[in-house]
């Protein structure tokens, strides 16, 4: 199978020939029909996210199950599938105590290292992000990184649920709590920061205040569920929403850029007891600063949040039914389909805030 393989940051992802064993015990293979373009991936090939190559990129797939180990009774050939490549074990104390997305024991779901790799590049093998392979014709992954779904929800947009989705609404729903009657202000309106403001309007949240810098992508926010727009380009963002929340700030701020300046304003707008959680990654080495005192006598909270504290098999279905009932929306999140040939260009209109999300599209 064809794969895009990552070598080194600022080098163009080069097309592949990679061997993929056949599945065994818990493992699926699944034939991937659609991938969308996270903006992880555009930090490791940027060299944002320290990786050594060559690996295989891309964790946001969705596919068709096409044959599974002897262990595996969930899935069957045919049954359609979205993937959180990030899987858990399902019996290390973090997956015991409801947080399988901080799993300590991911080891035990993969290959050991005397057994055949599941992927090999000119006969040496090689991983995909996070045992997972998106950006790739096909993958071999553990059944806990797999939910099935049903075969009339269009796989494009399903996909979309297995990263960013996932984490901008669990962000809301499941690591800050959003109550309703709230208000909410989302840093950055991209795929996650979108996720976070529907999940906000899911939520009940009263104003729901995007921030960015590129019209097209406030626009999206006002439709999928901002209540308030700011355009971060021409204004203070924290007195923008300090006016607009109105009682000193919002209840509740969420980062989804992953700059020291985008951070510092997302604790800077709490008002009294408000809470910010921090999801964009800040480059490695990059601190940021706030003033204790603001924090401490506000009783103001900062907490971070991987992956949207995901419960992947308990959210994943949730996140479905709200798409099948029209309440999330996921059609508009995505922007242009490409191929796998089309990725350095996916990047590019990444990098240049063209694009929400382009979906590659692998043909069926
Ligand atoms: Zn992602
Ligand atoms: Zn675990």
Known sequence: MKASVFYEPGKPLQIQEIDIDDPHGHEVLVKNIASGVCHSDLHIVEGKMPFSGPIILGHEPAGIVEKVGEEVTEFAPGDHVIARVTVYCGHCTMCLSGAPNQCINRVSTQRKPHERPRMMLNGRKITGLADGAGFAEKMLVHEHALVKIDKDIPLDKASLIGCGVM???GAVFNTAKVQPGTTVAVFGAGGIGLSAIQAARIAGARRIIAVDIAENKLAIARRLGATHAVDASNSDPVEEIRKIAGGGGVDYSFEAVGTKKTAEAAIQCLAVRGTATLI????AGQNIEFTPGFVISGERKIQGCLSGSTRWRI?????????????????????????????????????AGEVVRTILMFPE
């Open 280 to 283: 964009g990654l800040l480059p």
């Open 167 to 169: 984490t901008g609404a």
């Open 315 to 351: 959210d994943a279905p949730r996140l479905v039914e709200l798409y099948q009932q029209g309440r999330l929306n996921l059609d508009d999140m995505v922007s242009r389909h490409g191929r796998l040939e089309d990725l350095n260009e996916a990047f590019r209109a990444m990098k």
